[in-house]
């Protein structure tokens, strides 16, 4: 209080350094803890950990056959429709909303690439563009009755799993599977030739991450010309080196087996979308804002039912191409949707750091999310465990990460106020 | 504590001449058959903080959702800077300058202290993006106006106190140059020490020039900061003060209506029964 009264309102040159300087007083900032840094920056720290000790655990018991090119190279291609659904169940957990209709209407889209591909011998190009437009469609529908009609996200998405599940097998008339002979279909994700050649698989990240660095380095410089306060030199670079070992590790080991596998890139160019759309734009800071305190942003003149609609079509569409994939990997649709998909999907993104209250994470923290579940079921896989086991884990570590949530949310909102 | 904040604009003796900021004339109000309003006169002049006080019931939240645009009145004129005007809803006050900061401060907790200022306006650059940099360098003029301390404005508003929330409740309308501001019981609930940062900040919105209404309970806090006190009871302004010639036990018998009661009555039984 003392600093607050003696402060007087002296009519210094307005710049913004001295602004900062009076406004922004680092004293007033309460010591943070390791638990309070756990729940911040820092929140990805135990979930890394926890990869990395399972990742240790299947190296040991599978004898070595775990942490090898082609087993993570394998499993990364096993996550690919996981980690795709579970960046679109993020937009709308983000709104503090679900969508359990994810796996389901991924499939359906699936099914629609696959009838007019297979049945009606459309271009790969045409099948693909309709069964994604058919997603949007649904997705759409869905968002109108949470959106306009306030019904619960939980009952609307709830039926669109039984629905559509129903109109798949309609479609597929009978049929159990559906072979897709497309090629170029199949090559997306199923077959040998479906990894991006060494220069784009080498080139693509690098160039990704050379942009990374030189934009965090313009806003350093933006920043402190606009006299704002900046990061500490070490963190800049600590956070500049974290990304260069982590994206070109990951090229090196891709490129030691058969390359970057296509679903792959394809996963990171949407998480790289979405990632700038929601931090970037002012439609990504609407979400956060509904998602946070949505009578806060309709009286802000946010429209929040556009804002919830888009959600849930952006939510179906995305979800559809992660159909698209698992069709891709399999070179075939089946009528039974894949049963622990969802759950796997919204775990990935809760496991991840995406709050089920909504307003809370990013879009990177699924890969984390994904990458505990794929090795659960790819290393259990190695120990010829069974299905059951890997589910119970799933399980556990789902009951785990919505408990850590909802502490974590107890214990900010204590020590708010 | 007092001496601390008497500033030179406390102590000038404003008369409050010419044309009021914002002006309600004849305002009434009915929920079915209650009279919640019953031609209420409110005045509130550029530089001068009024406190509108009154009992559970009085009519202020009434009175204050009529200009705020949630509750337009039954009839009654309002005029901005002597420019007849009409309320129909929230949007057009705000477009007005009349802004109101609620109890519930309307804050997204999750986001940071800049993203809520921009909250629905936030400003982009060329390509669509989010210019965060000019809006950090806003809200830091902005802040260092109210003279609010924060830790950074990078941190999230949940992890603010009490008092840091509702300035930033209330720079969100300086944002919008607003050019009248409506607290509503702006120190409920803090402690003491945020309620003094408050108080401070209200000064300060006077000092520029601002129309500052304070609806509160708090007589205390009302005797601290306001200029002029409007007493409302049982739908009607019974009285108004100046708070440097009155005692506050004085504007607790007109909220009772223990003095001023006989008063009105001399003064006519316009409206029979319902108000006494």
Redesign the interface.
Known sequence: MSEMINEKATAGPPTSAVEAASVEVPSYMPRQTLGQLLRGDLGFLPVLLTLVLIAIYFQITSGGFFLVPGNLSNLVNQIATIAMDSLAVTLVLLLGEIDLSVASVGTLGAVVMGILSARLGYPAWAAITIAIVAGALVGFINGLFIAILRIPSFIVTLAALIGYEGLLLYLLNGQATLIINDPAINGIAGSSSSFLPWYLGIGLPTLAVVLYIGGILLDQVNRRRAGLRTKPFWQLIAQIVAVVVVVEGAVTLFENYHGVPNSTAILFLFILLFWLILTKTGFGRHIYAVGGNAEAARRAGINVVAIRITAFTLCSTLAVVGGILAASRETAVASQIEPTLLLQAIGAAVIGGISLFGGRGSVWSIILGALIIGSLVNGLALLNGTQAAAEMLEGAVLLLAVTVDAVVRRAQARSGR | MAD??TSPVAEMQQPYTGEPRLRLKGINKSFGAVRALTDVDFEVYAGEVVGLVGDNGAGKSTLIKAISGVGPPDSGEIFLEGQPVKITG??VSTHLGIETVYQ????????DVV?NLF????E?SPI???SE??M??RT??V??SL?????????PV?????GQRQSIAVAKSLLRNAKVVLLDEPTAALGV?QT??VL?MIR?LRDQGLAVVVISHNLADVFEVVDRVIVLRLGKRVATFDVKSITPERVVSAITGAEFGALMEANGNDTAGGTE
Do not use: W, Y
């Open positions: 601390n904040f929230p949007q519930d401060l309307a804050l997204c907790d999750n986001l993203a909250l629905g306006r936030e982009r669509r993006s989010l940099i000019h950090e360098q830091l003029q802040l260092r003279d609010v301390k924060i830790p950074s404005v990078r941190t949940m992890s603010l106190s009490g020490a003094r940062q401070h300060r």
